[in-house]
């Protein structure tokens, strides 16, 4: 094996944002750009070394290439083992999996999540630690560090490999075991959930849809729904792959999973309905001309959690992101589990999931996950719906009502305001945190200020702090005003605000959602003065 030694130089943009670092393909296509930051990995990573690494992506333009180069720097430094998905394909959830079953030293995933793909869009990279989830900002930060510092990697003067054989093959003295990308996280999803029972359904004449967005979970659906629980061939659709997903933006909400959601709130609508991102881990869930809001998905699938035989009792906690509905925390306290807040991200769920204080976990922005992996799970929410559909043999609007009846319910929106000035953002938030120490006990409108703070999480687990993560105003009944700034956004400024009310009363379960928190849209407006601070008249983005 002939490790050659290229010279190269820091680029200094190549700081890992919450999901790795994003970029264009053009700029991961800039000569050394991608070697740069996978030699940082191997310099700074050198937990287990002799622990094998998993590498695999969303199967996006340049997965190909970039898996490639990938194996020859890890074989050039010494990396004995790679096992990686074939054709370079695994889920973001499968490959969190497979770091665990193998015990690995980590992976190494390729994914621009819910990002559109192809040429002229986007690319991404993360290193995932040996636990399976993402690296936490000590290790983000180390990589980081070393970029700016590099000034070589090793590499092999070696072919391109087969990527598409399953098998064993050599890169240079390294070892690479071409798995199936899908059978071992299928197996899993069979050992949590009962299969026995969905089949069932599905013979009694259940119809579903399962969106894939041409993205990563074709083929685990297809393996899943399809050949092991039985679904009618065809409830798969968009199921295959595709370098650029056809031409769209890979992201499971109303308005880029449009398609379905017409279907589902047609006059021919199947029962159930549910679609995936880029790289597998977001779910949206449909029934019959209704929309679960991600939100309440989390606290239906804690309340029902017995009924899945993986976590028939066993149950230790429940965590949501800050700006997550609470509807979570009422199950929370019904059951007497504790519930955790954390800060948006879901890496902060890996301390509380690895410490074994909670079980499942969820954020608003249509990721919901448990201790299975350390990634948020598409396909795993929707076979647990799945499970649950089964088990109760009602609908899903049914389901949930009954949900609203027994704990109230949270109505919720998110109005993103995209591409905004980020001054003029960052002062909006600067505003609204000095003047939120005035604001608990005064009445605006027919609210009073429970409190108001710029939310700071101590990790119970290893104690650091996260400071500045979004101002909470919370009313007096319950009610709650969120405003945050994105982290993944890549123009200007995205400001998030997200308005939650609770109505207990199930006379009122059925208004409009917008109608329904008008007066605290109306309120959350003027209180951070978005239309002067921002020129926006209205959001970009209502969820
Ligand atoms: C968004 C979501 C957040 C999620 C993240 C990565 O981040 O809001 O819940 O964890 O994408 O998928 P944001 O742009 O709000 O920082
Ligand atoms: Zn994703």
New binding site residues.
């Given amino acids: 094996m002939s490790v050659e030694t290229i010279t190269t130089q820091p680029f200094k943009d190549q700081k890992p944002g919450?999901?790795g670092l994003r970029k264009k393909v053009k700029v991961f296509e800039t000569p050394n750009y991608l070697e740069n930051f996978v030699q940082c990995i191997f310099d700074t990573q050198h937990e287990q070394p002799d622990a094998p690494l998993v590498v695999g992506g969303d199967g996006r333009y340049y997965n190909r290439q970039a898996i490639q180069k990938i194996l020859r720097i890890a074989a050039a430094n010494g990396c004995t083992r790679v096992i990686l998905g074939q054709g370079g394909i695994l889920s973001t959830p499968a490959a969190s999996n497979l770091i665990r079953q193998h015990n690995a030293r980590g992976g190494i995933i390729l994914s621009a999540?819910?990002n559109p793909g192809g040429p002229d869009e986007d690319f991404g990279i993360k290193f995932n630690t040996p636990n399976g989830g993402p690296a936490p900002e000590k290790v983000t930060e180390a990589i980081y560090t070393a970029t700016l510092h590099i000034n070589r990697y090793h590499t092999l003067d070696e072919p391109d490999i087969d990527l598409d054989t399953l098998g064993q093959v050599l890169v240079g003295d390294m070892e690479v075991d071409i798995v199936d990308s899908v059978s071992a996280y299928a197996d899993l999803m069979e050992r949590l959930f009962d299969f026995d029972q969905i089949r069932a359904l599905f013979q009694s004449g259940f119809r579903m849809r399962f969106d894939a967005m041409h993205a990563v979970t074709g083929p685990y659906a297809r393996e899943i729904l399809e050949n092991r629980l039985g679904a009618p061939v065809g409830t798969v659709v968009n199921g295959v792959p595709l370098e650029d997903f056809g031409g769209g933006h890979p992201d499971p909400n109303l308005v880029y999973a449009k398609e379905l959601a017409d279907y589902l709130f047609g006059p021919d609508a199947p029962d159930f309905g549910a679609a995936s991102d880029g790289d597998g881990?977001?779910n949206m869930v449909l029934g019959r001309h209704f929309f679960v809001t991600p939100s309440d998905s989390l606290a239906l699938l804690a309340a029902n959690a017995a009924l899945a035989p993986g976590y028939n009792g066993n149950i230790s906690g429940i965590a949501r992101?800050m700006?997550t509905s609470q509807a979570a925390d009422r199950v929370a306290a019904k059951l007497g589990l504790p519930c955790y807040e954390t800060p948006?991200?879901?890496k902060f769920f890996g301390n509380l999931l690895d410490a074994g204080k909670i079980t499942l976990c969820g954020?608003?922005?249509f990721?919901t996950g448990s201790d299975h992996v350390r990634e948020?799970d598409g396909l795993w929410a929707v076979l647990f719906w799945l499970n649950i559909l089964a088990a109760r043999r009602q609908s899903v609007a049914e389901i949930v009502r009954e949900h609203w009846r027994i704990y109230g319910r949270n109505y919720y929106t998110r109005h993103d305001y995209e591409a905004v000035d980020s001054t003029a953002a960052n002062e909006l938030v600067d505003t609204l945190r000095s003047a939120s120490a005035t604001l608990p006990g005064q009445q605006l409108g027919s609210y009073t200020v429970d409190y108001a703070d710029d939310f700071r999480y101590l990790d119970p687990v290893d104690a650091s702090v996260s400071a500045n993560q979004g101002i909470r105003i919370g009313f007096k009944d319950g009610s709650r005003i969120v405003y945050?700034?994105?982290?993944?956004?890549t123009q200007g400024a995205?400001l998030?605000v997200y308005i939650e009310a609770y109505e207990p009363d199930p006379a009122k379960h059925d208004l409009d959602t917008q109608q329904a928190l008008a007066e605290l849209i109306d309120i959350a407006n003027r209180l951070a003065g978005i239309r002067e601070r921002t020129g926006r008249e209205a959001p970009t983005v209502i969820t």
């Fill in positions: 919450t999901s999540s819910h881990d977001r992101s700006p948006t991200g879901w954020e608003e922005s990721g948020k945050r700034l994105s982290g993944t956004g995205t998030r």
